[in-house]
């Protein structure tokens, strides 16, 4: 048997007693005759309470030292996990992200992988060994300390199970598997046992926790499949879909299926006229990655209208980019704080106008006022006062999934 990549998230390693339940699981995965690299995040809200620390410093924490600071978090979780392996009679050993290998570029706070070289890893495996490796970080080019966004220990998962040839990676959690909507959110959500790589990367990218995006994006370039499972379920069996959900290559469904909701809160809405590409310019000087950019460049006349969303995510230092943004710009450039976003996903969705008309109507019954909405192929967002977007949320998931019948596979 080969390799199998289990990724054990905050929730599942709040104390020392989650711990050792995830210990347990490890050691009977290596029992069944795998070779088995376990993942591991920060404990329950650490990577939140050392941020808060930062913030109390600075109210514009350096990025790099802020990389120095929440990498230890996922520190903290391998050693211990590796101790507790240890205690169980297994044979483990932890590393860091750079000892493990995971090359990123230097964008610090939300950097990509670029490489993986798990020679260590590898080695260690060959020993018979457990490896335990800290989540969320590795190493840039230029021998700094990087990390990978918030939710980045999927992508460690993910990027590990690819370099490996691993057999399954495993992203376990406090929730067994991807619903239709947030389950804290919405009474009744369906959970989807399977779901196709762009549907799952587009639920991610509009804010459902479960998966990173930047993981699925990384499993569907290697073709690996990704189990989203529950830390207390039982270890898969010989059907992967009797339980968690299973992310994998899939054919299409009907054309136009909402398969889910997902929202997010956090964003600030990016206006500005007549500044076009030195807008985007100082964007990426800042480091502040926009979504959903929309031109209109001016050339039926008058000036050029730039409009983005910020995700706040992975913006530690919004008060400074604020200043320099004021400075920079004056009033061309306007940053709006106090909306969400709230998307259908589903492929096809936009095939007609019906799926856009029916949320619509939807959230206007709920009594909702829309700000602007946008559209892929695989999604339809609503821009709503933040203050509503759980209200939004379960509007649309009456409107789309609830009245389903039968159920998205
Ligand atoms: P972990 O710490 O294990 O990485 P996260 O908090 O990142 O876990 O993700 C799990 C959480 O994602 C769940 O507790 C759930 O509230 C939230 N979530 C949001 N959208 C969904 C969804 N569509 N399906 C399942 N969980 C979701
Ligand atoms: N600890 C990091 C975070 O809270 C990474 C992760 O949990 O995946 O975002
Ligand atoms: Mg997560």
């Known amino acids: 048997m080969g390799v199998v990549v289990q990724k054990y998230g905050g929730s599942s390693v709040a104390d020392v007693t989650k ?4 210990a347990d699981r490890v050691i009977r995965t290596k029992q069944a005759g795998h070779d088995v690299v376990v993942v591991v995040s920060a404990m329950g809200d650490t990577t939140d ?19 120095m600071l929440l990498s230890a978090g996922e520190r903290i979780s391998m050693a211990l996990l590796s101790m507790a392996l240890r205690e169980l009679g297994g044979d483990a050993i932890s590393f860091t992200g750079s000892q493990s290998g995971i090359i990123t570029n230097d964008r610090h706070v939300d950097a990509r992988i670029v490489e993986v070289r798990p020679f260590r890893v590898q080695d260690e495996l060959a020993r018979g060994r457990i490896v335990v490796v800290a989540g969320y970080q590795g190493v840039s080019y230029r021998r700094e300390v990087t990390t990978l966004g918030r939710g980045g220990s999927d992508t460690t998962a993910v ?45 991610a990218e509009s804010g459902a926790k479960v998966l990173n995006a930047q993981a699925v994006e990384f499993a569907k370039e290697q073709g690996i ?58 964007l990426d000087d800042h480091h502040v990655a926009g979504k959903q950019l929309h031109v209109l460049t001016g050339q039926g006349g008058g000036d050029d209208q730039v409009s983005l969303v910020v995700s706040r995510e992975n913006l530690h230092d919004e008060d400074r980019v604020r200043a320099q943004l004021a400075t920079t710009f004056g009033e061309r450039a306007t940053l709006i704080d106090g909306f ?18 029916a949320g619509t109507r939807a959230l206007e019954a709920a009594g909702l006022s829309t700000y602007d909405i946008a559209t892929s192929s695989f999604r339809i967002t609503w821009f709503v006062e933040r203050t509503r977007l759980n209200d939004a949320t379960r509007a649309l998931h009456a409107a789309f999934i609830e009245s389903q019948t039968p159920p998205v596979p």
Do not use: H
Request: glycine fraction near 8%; proline fraction near 6%.
């Open 19 to 22: 711990l050792r339940r995830v």
């Open 49 to 67: 309470e050392l941020l808060g620390l930062a913030k109390q410093v600075s109210t514009s924490p350096d990025r790099r030292e802020l990389d």
């Open 159 to 203: 990027a590990l199970a690819a370099a490996l040839g691993a057999e399954w990676c495993e992203i376990c959690s406090d929730v067994d598997g991807v619903y239709s909507a947030d389950p804290r959110v919405v009474e009744t959500p369906r959970r989807i046992s399977s779901l196709s790589y762009e549907e799952t990367q587009e639920m």
């Open 225 to 282: 499949a990704i189990y989203a499972r529950a830390t207390a379920s039982a270890l898969p069996g010989a059907d992967p879909s009797a339980d968690g959900t299973v992310v994998r290559k899939l054919p299409p469904r009907m054309p136009g299926t909402v398969v889910g909701i997902a929202s997010e809160s956090d964003l600030l809405l990016l206006r500005a006229s007549g500044q076009g590409l030195r807008l985007l310019a100082f």
């Open 340 to 357: 969400g976003a709230v998307s259908a996903i589903g492929a096809g969705i936009n095939m007609s106008y019906d799926n856009l008309r």
